[in-house]
């Protein structure tokens, strides 16, 4: 079965600095691989979704993400941090060859915003 | 508006006392879902229906129970809630069966207290 790692529980960024979320996952072929976003109080959001081809994918609000199969990573970046972007972030990965056809999710990082 | 909507938001019972938690999704997608999310332990899945009528277990569905009458409709049950449920929980759609290739669509959650 598929798994997720997210080794950062918190990271705390100044505005107007890059971030880079981590993400690792563990399977034996391609994943399906997602970042949610969740905001204070409201469900998660899917901010981009990676299934082959190109290995950077752009999502939304200003965030990108690459696959790096031989790190088994899927780190979430944006060049510039706004206040806004404080939310909890979740990776995750479905296993496409999974007869039950299963998202994981980690277990999320907590992404604070100094101004 | 496509949207996952759930009720109540917020729930404070107590131990034993049956309760209902709905959700609806006017997306007309196959597949929904109900996670729990606790903090240090991420989105833990609950049960899941592929379809009408089609319901299976997911990563922990101990004292809980689900049902799919309509495809819109996903309520969550709790016959006898117990202390250890109190939770986030969350409510989640997306197109068809083969569901981990596609984006979730998320509810706003619904915070339980179980005195």
């Known amino acids: 079965a598929q798994s997720v790692t997210q080794p950062d529980i918190h990271i705390t960024v100044s505005e107007g600095a890059s971030l880079e979320l981590r993400c690792n996952y563990s399977?034996?072929?391609?994943?399906?691989l997602f970042w949610y976003v969740q905001s204070p109080g409201q469900g998660l959001q899917l901010l981009l979704k990676y299934f082959s081809g190109d290995t950077l994918v752009q999502g939304i609000k200003g965030f990108e993400a690459e696959f790096k199969r031989s790190q088994s990573s899927f780190n979430l970046r944006k060049p510039s941090v706004h206040w806004s972007d404080a939310a909890e972030y979740f990776c995750?990965?479905?296993?496409?060859?999974?007869?039950?056809?299963?998202?994981?999710f980690g277990k999320g990082t907590r992404l604070h915003i100094l101004p | 508006e496509a949207q996952v909507t759930q009720n109540p938001r917020y729930l404070i019972t107590v131990t034993g006392k049956k309760l209902t938690v709905t959700c609806s999704q006017n997306?007309?997608?196959?597949?929904m879902s109900w996670y729990r999310q606790d903090p240090g332990l991420g989105l833990r899945q609950i049960y899941y229906?592929?379809?009408?009528?089609?319901?299976d277990k997911g990563d922990v569905p101990e004292g809980y129970k689900v049902s799919r009458k309509e495809k819109r409709n996903f309520p969550l049950i709790l016959e006898s809630p117990s202390p250890n449920q109190t939770s986030l929980y969350f409510c989640?759609?997306?197109?068809?069966?083969?569901?981990?290739?596609?984006?979730?669509?998320f509810g706003p959650g619904t915070r339980l207290t179980v005195l």
């Open positions: 995750a990965v479905g296993a496409p060859q999974n007869r039950d056809d299963k998202i994981i």
């Open positions: 997306m007309n997608h196959e597949y």
């Open positions: 229906s592929m379809n009408v009528e089609v319901t």
């Open positions: 399977y034996g072929a391609t994943p399906y």
């Open positions: 989640a759609s997306s197109d068809q069966a083969l569901h981990s290739y596609n984006e979730q669509f």
